[in-house]
């Protein structure tokens, strides 16, 4: 018995020992995925912290973990206010996950620790012009319960979908529908935009070419690809994700579009290390990393850091009344052009209603003529499903392979829509002179597919204008 218990001692020690120097192990040098998913809840719990006043026990439960990996259920929090950061791990412990609130450009993930680095640019957006007590866009005032079969519309749960969190229907200019999920602190909560920015990036580019600082037939676009074929690689080319590059856009696990969100301190100067897998404006590619490249491209052709990180808001959203937007960058000062854009759902619509007008807002020509039909115009390598970060039909959902994204559903064929990955969308409908905004958490497993409420909505007798 004696040496039973002996033996039993050893096994014990030796379990303790085996834990030990697995905990040493995971708190100095964690997996990659332990760090991609403390980055990563760090990041959006920042976010939604200290841009949009929400609780982050509630953002880290509903908004990280109910949808997540389930690597993220064991996830824990804290926010220090003083510091204006938040850190997560595994356990609270393991993967030294860290992001930091930096004012005008938001919140970011650090994934190096050096937080005196990432909060290196003082930037603060100029002041929005004062808002009249009027009807959206010029105030905030609709009129939208005039128009309740529209709001029976919005109120059916499954045209509305799980997690839905903002809807708005705009036609003729005004709000004629709107609606708001429980998740909701209230309607002027901003919301991550996710794959929508693409679209502002887009038009972001577009103001710079229109100043005359940049065309789509440059080349030559970075230091890093003189001497190799990457130099060829045209602004043309990243607008329609045929730059030819390498890039894994898969989620769920490392890969390049993960690994550049949350691991990367210069995400662009990743995406550029990326080699080429045919010649550009030949392959197709939906890359995250594309448009990150694209910021870097239009950020390169001002003239100083400074005026870059003041584009946006001086170019477009104070021109257009998107006040409540807040552009991310990295920690190294790229705009996150492919992601991190956060606005308020009307704010959203303004957007898309800019675009319905051919890029003009109250006469005057913000976006360069004709930019938005060369945004909407498909290229040949997407096999004419996509623009210039812009997509020519709706999500995929949970669609097989094969089968047309909106195949089953009769929808004016003239909408084109800026897609997000947790079901973020906006539809400009020009036939119906209509944008129809829908913001949620809704992961593309669940199946929801918006094109039910664009059929819907497209089926009513017309509005008054």
């Known amino acids: 018995m004696h040496r039973v218990f002996a033996v039993a001692r050893w096994v014990l020690l030796g379990v303790l020992l085996a834990v030990v120097a697995a905990s040493l192990w995971l708190y100095l040098a964690p997996p990659a995925l332990i760090r991609l998913g403390s980055n990563y809840a760090a990041k959006i719990i920042c976010s939604n912290v200290f841009l949009a006043g929400r609780d982050a026990e509630t953002v880290l439960r509903n908004d990280v973990q109910a949808p997540?990996?389930?690597?993220?259920?064991?996830?824990?929090?804290?926010?220090?206010?003083?510091?204006?950061?938040?850190?997560?791990?595994?356990?609270?412990?393991?993967?030294?996950?860290?992001?930091?609130?930096?004012?005008?450009?938001?919140?970011?993930?650090?994934?190096?620790?050096?937080?005196?680095?990432?909060?290196?640019?003082?930037?603060?957006?100029?002041?929005?012009?004062?808002?009249?007590?009027?009807?959206?866009?010029?105030?905030?005032?609709?009129?939208?319960?005039?128009?309740?079969?529209?709001?029976?519309?919005?109120?059916?749960?499954?045209?509305?979908?799980?997690?839905?969190?903002?809807?708005?229907?705009?036609?003729?200019?005004?709000?004629?529908?709107?609606?708001?999920?429980?998740?909701?602190?209230?309607?002027?909560?901003?919301?991550?935009?996710?794959?929508?920015?693409?679209?502002?990036?887009?038009?972001?580019?577009?103001?710079?070419?229109?100043?005359?600082?940049?065309?789509?037939?440059d080349d030559h676009l970075l230091p890093e690809w003189s001497g190799d074929e990457r130099a060829r690689i045209k602004v043309a080319d990243l607008l329609g994700m045929q730059s030819g590059l390498i890039f894994n856009e898969d989620y769920g696990d490392v890969t390049d579009v993960t690994r550049m969100l949350y691991l990367e301190n210069d995400m662009p100067a990743f995406v550029a290390d990326k080699p080429l897998a045919g010649p550009s404006g030949t392959i197709f590619n939906y890359s995250s990393g594309t448009s990150v490249l694209l910021s870097r491209v239009w950020q390169n052709a001002l003239d100083s850091d400074e005026e870059a990180l003041a584009w946006p808001y001086e170019a477009l959203f104070r021109k257009i009344g998107m006040d409540s937007a807040v552009f991310e960058t990295d920690p190294r000062g790229t705009y996150v052009g492919s992601s991190n854009l956060y606005a308020q759902a009307r704010d959203w619509a303004k957007f898309g209603q800019l675009l319905l007008q051919g890029g003009v807002w109250k006469g005057e020509q913000v976006l360069p003529v004709g930019w938005v039909d060369y945004m909407r115009t498909p290229t040949k390598a997407s096999g004419d499903e996509y623009g210039r970060q812009v997509w020519l039909h709706g999500p995929r959902a949970n669609t097989p392979k094969g089968v047309p994204e909106d195949q089953g559903f009769d929808l004016p064929k003239d909408a084109f829509w800026m897609l997000g990955h947790d079901g973020q969308t906006i539809t400009v409908i020009p036939s119906l002179d209509m944008v129809v905004v829908r913001m949620g958490l809704t992961p593309s497993w669940l199946g929801y597919k918006p094109q039910a409420l664009i059929e819907a909505l497209s089926k009513l007798p017309e509005s008054p204008s």
């Open 68 to 217: 997540g990996h389930p690597l993220l259920k064991l996830m824990r929090v804290s926010v220090d206010p003083q510091e204006a950061s938040v850190r997560t791990g595994l356990f609270g412990a393991f993967g030294g996950g860290l992001a930091v609130y930096r004012g005008g450009t938001g919140c970011v993930a650090v994934p190096d620790g050096d937080i005196a680095a990432a909060e290196g640019l003082d930037f603060t957006p100029p002041e929005p012009a004062p808002r009249r007590a009027s009807l959206w866009p010029e105030g905030k005032e609709t009129d939208a319960a005039d128009y309740p079969q529209i709001a029976a519309l919005l109120n059916d749960e499954r045209l509305a979908g799980p997690g839905m969190r903002a809807m708005i229907v705009v036609q003729h200019g005004r709000i004629i529908g709107e609606r708001y999920g429980p998740d909701m602190v209230s309607a002027d909560q901003p919301l991550i935009g996710w794959s929508m920015t693409k679209t502002v990036t887009s038009a972001l580019v577009g103001t710079v070419v229109g100043a005359g600082k940049l065309s789509v037939d």
